[in-house]
């Protein structure tokens, strides 16, 4: 158990709907990233959110989107979806400077028809 | 080339014997290196971190690192079935913009067989 909880567990869209993921950090951890993995992948970054503000991104584009409120939870937007957008989606919470050791999230297995 | 690359799988070994899974990275200034463990169906669950030269030890399990040689290994010692999952290697490139981004390789699948 390490404390980070994301919800939905599972989600069914259509291409072309917009989506919203969200994480709730482990207690005491400022910073959140979110990954994408698709079946038979290592996860792959989309971005980093430390503080409120997004501190890195991958290759992921503009129609992924991310906010981090003020109690560190946070929220990932997907628009416009594709169906290559089909994956687990994990959150990861962290303390920043603390060895940047990242504890997953249970994920939210999206698919999109 | 791949940023983090781990050896092709699946591997499959009897139970008790010792599983070596092998991982090889690209940023020479990469500074953390992390084992997660991942059951089918399930989230990637931290087993091992491991920041400097040399091996770690933890239980069954053992980190080994080798920054000249952009290598690092993880072994798991009286494999038991309960290990057979799919073990990430991953890599923190740590400054610039992207601090605490993870690169993770493809994964190996361990197969423990009774």
């Known amino acids: 158990e390490t404390g980070v909880t994301q919800s939905p567990t599972h989600l069914i869209k259509t291409r072309g709907q917009q989506v919203t993921l969200r994480c709730s950090s482990q207690?005491?951890?400022?910073?959140v990233s979110w990954y994408q993995q698709a079946l038979g992948q290592g996860p792959q970054f989309i971005f980093q959110y430390y503080r409120e503000e997004e501190n890195g991104r991958g290759n992921f584009p503009p129609r992924f989107s991310g906010l981090q409120f003020p109690n560190y939870s946070s929220e990932l937007n997907v628009n416009a979806l594709e169906l290559d957008d089909s994956a687990l989606y994990l959150c990861?919470?962290?303390?920043?400077?603390?060895?940047?050791?990242?504890?997953f999230g249970a994920g939210t297995r999206l698919s999109v028809l | 080339q791949k940023e983090v690359e781990q050896n092709s799988g699946p591997l499959s070994v009897p139970e008790g014997a010792i599983a070596s899974l092998n991982c090889t990275y690209s940023?020479?200034?990469?500074?953390?290196f992390f084992w997660y463990r991942q059951y089918s169906g399930k989230s990637p669950e931290l087993i091992m971190s491991i920041y400097s030269n040399g091996d770690k030890e933890d239980g069954r399990f053992t980190a080994q690192l080798n920054k000249a040689s952009q290598y690092v290994s993880l072994l798991i010692r009286d494999s038991q079935p309960s290990d057979s999952a799919t073990y990430l290697c991953a890599v923190n490139s740590a400054g610039g913009t992207s601090y605490g981004k993870l690169t993770f390789g493809q994964g190996t699948i361990l197969t423990v067989h009774p």
């Open positions: 207690s005491g951890h400022n910073t």
């Open positions: 940023d020479r200034v990469s500074q953390s």
């Open positions: 990861a919470s962290s303390l920043a400077g603390v060895q940047n050791i990242q504890y």
